[in-house]
């Protein structure tokens, strides 16, 4: 069912619905940034966040745009997928202590930027089908972002990882109970 209880009916009414909850999915990180902010930690991580907002808005400028160049009125279609990210990280920022917060939103940041460009790959790929090349241009732009964003927080999450030594805090937090969780967070799957 298309926007007011209508049926999509051509593939060009499907790919601007489609677009649609590609704004309206980069509308959303952008009200979510700001509260990512304010709960990170690390000053670097901040910037980063902020720096990430200007982009997302360049996001928005290049959907728009594509709207535009199809002749299409801006479809605000729903895109439950990012909502249920936000619900996920939100959730999880309020039951971890402070400290975790950052590694919290650098994961959130990852899953997110995974979905971003799955997005965009099958936007281009459609617009490539449909002769749109000012479409596939305007797209690919945000693609190649999404995936930039992607290995800088990656990058991130592997620099905090650095120095801390979770195997061994894993293993203490599971006791005597579960020994062979423990060999296998330490030594990867055995053979039972």
Known sequence: MGLLGTTIET?????????????????TILDMLPEL???ANDTQLKESLRMHYEETQQHVANLERAFEALG??????????IEGLEKEGQAT???VDDMLNDHVIISG?????????AVYEGLITNAQA?????????????LESEEATLEKATNQILTAMEGLDLTQQAESNLSEKQPFIAIEMRFGPSSR
């Open 93 to 95: 920022l309020k039951m």
């Open 72 to 81: 299409a009125d801006v479809d605000e279609s729903s895109c439950p997928a």
């Open 130 to 142: 449909m002769g749109e090349q000012e479409v596939v241009r305007l797209l690919q732009q945000n």
């Open 109 to 117: 940041v990852c899953e997110t930027e995974h979905h971003e460009i």
């Open 11 to 27: 593939p060009h009414e499907l790919y601007v619905h489609k677009l649609g909850a590609a704004l309206t999915m980069e509308r």
């Open 37 to 39: 902010q304010e709960h």
